[in-house]
């Protein structure tokens, strides 16, 4: 339970939000399409494997894991079994160096999240596989930093609702920082709080949103988390 | 943070506990030996899988998706190359019909949860993948009996230590009801806790352990769930 008092609770997104992730992914696809290269052109490589993994989201759920089997099932179908078995192993290796990859932390990252957590709690609040980004926020050395952790396997309103519960915040005190609409901002904004879009260059297909959210007051969108720190200033002085 | 009160915890693994799994990866096994016995003997085929599987545990973790990829690389490995294309995609196959298996309960669970379940908190704390165990327990119909669900990614001290911390639960109140005295019953003991083995009649070769749990009075092997509400009566009665 985090004690709110009159506090405000600040929730972060990390993929992209803290770290970079995508790009990681958009690496590992080039070499995807470049090893597939003999048998079909980029855009119907990446149309299919978006479409594979499509299929295979409700039985995998986000992560490198579920990608890379989803990698390996679309380079068999499109090659029609004519990939080799040792091209396949690469692709299991091309899973694992994502798994193993650096963590990168974004510009401004450690300084914002140093001048917030003196006056707020700061929550945690990341999809994807359990392991991966249990290990990610070990890499990044910001674990300390937050109150909570929360790994879910879906960011939806029934998710952050089960937070707020869980945690008791009201969410009109609640900020949520990240970089996708869909996962970070529209559930937060629906159930009355604060959302904070900080785009990252790359958006996963499976993430973009043609919505614009309609929040008078309670959405912004910022160019840099170094820009974090006076809007939740401006923000919450606001409710006081 | 479950209010205990003058009350008992109870903590309850998941697989191979509430409901059968290892019988499905048993079952998996069984395919994916005939799919390679033209190649080696099961022997060599199961050495090698267990010993890619726990190379691999630390960058995967626990899970059917992990096992999966692990799997897919062993027969790579183990027919250097010459298993087809189309083989594999039978792998990916037999890894899909794992995480859609049915959930079936295992005997005397539901009647035991309903009559603990009315005079303890119940805690479910199981580790995996995180999509999958929660699918499994919504297909268990389960979830509502426990006051709180972790899914984690490893159990071991330091993981029930936080679970103990983060719900305020002294370890000498908290009994842990599993399958596995690696998981189970051996870091629960050695906080403090009572741990209650419910051997399954099948263990993946990693939860085996040689170490007899030593713990008078706090130790304790059942036959089956159906024997375990008269044991937690015996127990908890003692502490008052």
Redesign the interface.
């Known amino acids: ?1 985090i004690s709110v008092r009159d506090d405000w609770v600040l929730g972060f997104d990390a993929d992209d939000t803290l770290w970079h992730n995508e790009n990681i992914f958009e690496h590992t696809h080039q070499r995807y399409r470049a090893l597939l290269a003999r048998f079909h052109d980029a855009a119907t490589v990446e149309r299919t494997l978006f479409a594979t993994e499509m299929r ?1 989201l409700e ?4 992560g490198v ?2 990608f ?2 989803s990698a ?2 679309t380079a ?1 179908t499109l ?1 029609a ?6 091209e ?2 690469q692709l ?1 290796a091309l ?2 160096d994502m ?2 990859h650096p963590v990168e932390l974004l510009d401004g990252v450690e300084e914002t999240l140093t001048e917030l957590g003196g006056r707020h709690q700061l929550l945690l609040i990341t999809k994807g ?4 980004q ?1 290990r990610k926020l070990a890499k990044s050395r910001l674990a300390a930093r937050f109150r909570q952790v929360e ?3 879906e960011k939806d309103e029934a998710t952050y609702r089960g937070i707020f519960r869980r945690h008791g915040i009201p969410p009109e005190r609640f900020i949520m920082v990240g970089n996708s609409l869909k996962s970070d901002i529209l559930p937060v904004l629906a159930l009355g709080g604060v959302g904070v879009h900080v785009p990252y260059h790359l958006t996963w297909a499976a993430e973009r949103v043609d919505e614009a959210p309609r929040a008078e007051g309670r959405f912004f969108r910022l160019g840099s988390m170094r820009e974090l720190h006076s809007l939740v200033d401006e923000v919450t002085g606001r409710g006081r």
Chains 1, 2 share one sequence.
Do not use: P
């Open positions: 339970m295979n039985l995998y759920g986000y894991k579920g890379t089997l390996i099932e068999i090659t079994g004519r990939i080799s078995a040792e396949i192993q299991i899973g694992k798994l193993a596989d359990l392991r991966d249990e790994i879910v396997s």
